[in-house]
């Protein structure tokens, strides 16, 4: 079973930058779209971001179009978001997981422990 692990995030200044990691264990993780979502206190996980098995496409929700963008490395198991602008309503816990569709959530395997992100002056 596949498990995913997220890194990267903390606190930081409106306006600031940060970049979070999500390592996948096992070999399929080059065979799925990949996507990140995000949970603030009190609200339902929402999708953030996605790019495809290959990386040649992304889609990204229109709060944070043209500030965040999402890659991935199938050599390492790993997908990446550059967080860049960001706002306080961008708090939340993010995570990532394997796409099975955006609306409603839906996602492959199962929730990691997240990583935060505060933003806050």
């Known amino acids: 079973q596949v498990q995913l692990v997220e890194s990267g995030g903390g606190w930081v200044q409106p306006g600031g930058s940060l970049r979070l990691t999500c390592a996948a264990s096992?070999?399929?993780?080059?065979?799925?779209?990949m996507g990140w979502y995000r949970q603030a206190p009190g609200k339902q996980r929402e999708w953030v971001a996605r790019i495809t098995r290959g990386g040649s496409v992304t889609n990204y929700a229109d709060s944070v179009k043209g500030r965040f963008t999402v890659s991935r490395d199938n050599g390492k198991n790993t997908v990446y978001l550059q967080m860049n602008s960001l706002k306080s309503e961008d708090t939340a816990v993010y995570y990532c997981?394997?796409?099975?569709?955006?609306?409603?959530?839906?996602?492959?395997?199962?929730w990691g422990q997240g990583t935060q992100v505060t933003v806050s002056s």
């Open positions: 997981n394997a796409v099975v569709s955006i609306i409603p959530v839906r996602t492959q395997w199962p």
């Open positions: 096992g070999s399929i993780f080059s065979t799925y779209t």
